[in-house]
């Protein structure tokens, strides 16, 4: 296979990588900079700028220098939130794709990324002397199919081969774990960057990294308390707020001070004319930024219960925490996993680089050059399919190691049904209704007696999280396939609403199940007991026949009252009233037929 390159496409800075004699190593520009700052600036007057000098110009051209692109990848216009326009540049949503607007002219977030692509690319071949054209990229854990896809194709516009899409903290496990592969250990990954925030749990076990589960928000990062500090700085200086071009000076030194106080306790800010007439001067320490840093930090705490519950761990299980993602620099972010974790976390990585050389691992593994190790990720929410009564029937639960595939048998609801509508959802609530509806098709047979025809409904999720479903009818083997690759373009928060509404709705869902499943057997049993005295009607003694039309009364009336303990008792009182009549059918059945 040929050599593949592994990249983190980040919010606010990219890294590109590749295994040289065994060994990960981060390739670095011109100037010596491994980190390219994710960003590109368009000015009317030249071609486009990516990375460090981009980054130069955002302070003087905060209209035309795009930055954060990631959190618009594969999104559509009323999938943005207010805070998503929160950026110096001009965002268009009212095509079916969120666009950046620069100069009159349309960018597409994949079209932005694709440049940022480019320049690593051309950084990478600079530095190996030859061409590159294989990649592995990685996302965030939580990114659906549609920002995975938008993604693939940004590589394959900067003219990659994009050989595999990798989640971000399964990345940087792998960075991590390659020199303890004999251990069993369970890992946490702290992954907050600058706009997304990851927490996983991880296993690794002979050689194989498991996730157990994920979690994560991807607008939750450095970038708020960015936005948070600056807020605070321009506090005394109204004038400043309706200015983007103070602003995105301002957001540039903000960002320098707040590194500075990773290391150091205070940082003072000047930037002399910073509106052409102000001369701003601040000082900041590190208690007040920690302050100002704290809420943003504080919401990634119930993501990290979360995940736990969803491993089905306790912090005492965990054997390692790893921290991933430049703003875990910063003390009290250590500080605060450690208090969450109830463990001091493992620091020997370099947070800015660790899922850049899982990357780089990865393209590895697949490119030949480093062998024995699997990675298997999971998937964030349930997948299934709508059956009789509006039930979601789960084909696919939460948390499901990937790739995989599962499938099952289904069957008519009606005499001479000729097609079946194969509506595909996603979602943890037991109503079809509830969950999200991913895509729907319909697959046509023959005519057959209701409950003779059998669809083969199978789910393949492959390793880059794309489903694709598969409707085959068993009896002509006619089949259908329908990737689902772009169908869901879901925000992170609608993923975590989903989660808190099934934990909350669960009684009155479940409820619901019970009910509908009991009036579903209740129209099954009403039919076949009608159609049932109709032929052994003669035969059958008045007492039984009374009994039976007590029950089926009793049935009726159980219906009416919606309670569905009720109708459970109901429906098991008629059909143990019903045995004997089952058992009659059965042997004047025989009996036409001849046997004795
Ligand atoms: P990443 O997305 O992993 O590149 O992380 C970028 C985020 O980390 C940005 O918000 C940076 O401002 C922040 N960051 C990088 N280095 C530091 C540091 N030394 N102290 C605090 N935050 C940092």
Known sequence: MDEIVGIDLGTTNSLIGIMDAGFPILLADADGARLTPSVVALPEDGPPLVGSPAQRMRALRPRETIYSIKRFMGLRGDDLRDEDMDVSYEIDRSGAQVSARVNGQRYSPEEISALILGKLKANAEAALGHAVSHAVITVPAYFNDAQRSATKRAGELAGFAVERIVNEPTAAALAYGLD???????IAVYDLGGGTFDISILELNNAVF???????????????????????????????????????????????????????EFATIEIPFLDGETNFSATISRAELEQLGRPVIERTRAHCRRVLADAKLEPADLDEVILVGGVTRMPFVRQFVAEVFGREP??????????????????????GAVRDVVLLDVTPLSLGIETFGGLMNVIIPRNSTIPIKAGEMFTTAVHNQRSMSIKVLQGER????????????????????????????????????????????????????????????????????????????????????????????SNEMLAAVDAALLLVNEDLEPAMRDTILQRVSDVRAALRSREAKRLKDANDALDRATETLAARIVAKALESAGTP
Request: without cysteine; glycine residues 6%.
């Open 180 to 186: 303890k592969l004999s251990t069993r250990a369970k």
């Open 210 to 264: 498991e996730v157990l589960a994920t979690n994560g928000n991807t607008h939750l990062g450095g970038d708020d308390i960015d936005t948070a500090l600056i807020r605070h700085l321009i506090q005394n200086h109204d004038h400043l707020a309706a200015n983007p071009e103070a602003i995105s000076r301002l957001r540039e030194a903000a960002i320098a001070a707040k590194h500075k106080l990773s290391s150091e």
């Open 346 to 367: 493992n620091v020997t990585q370099n947070p800015d680089e660790t899922v850049a050389i899982g990357a780089t691992i990865q393209a590895g593994i697949l490119s």
């Open 430 to 521: 037991e109503m079809a209704k509830d969950n999200w509806t991913l895509g729907q098709f319909e697959i046509e047979f023959e005519a057959a007696p209701k409950g003779i025809a059998r669809v083969g409904v199978q789910f393949e999720i492959d390793v880059n999280g794309i489903l694709h479903v598969l409707a085959r009818d068993t009896r002509t083997g006619s089949e259908k396939v329908v990737a689902l690759q772009s169908a869901i373009d879901v925000s992170d928060e609608a993923v975590e609403a989903m989660i808190g509404d099934s934990l909350e709705h669960a009684f009155t869902d479940m409820a619901e199940r019970v009910w509908t499943e009991a009036e579903l057997k």
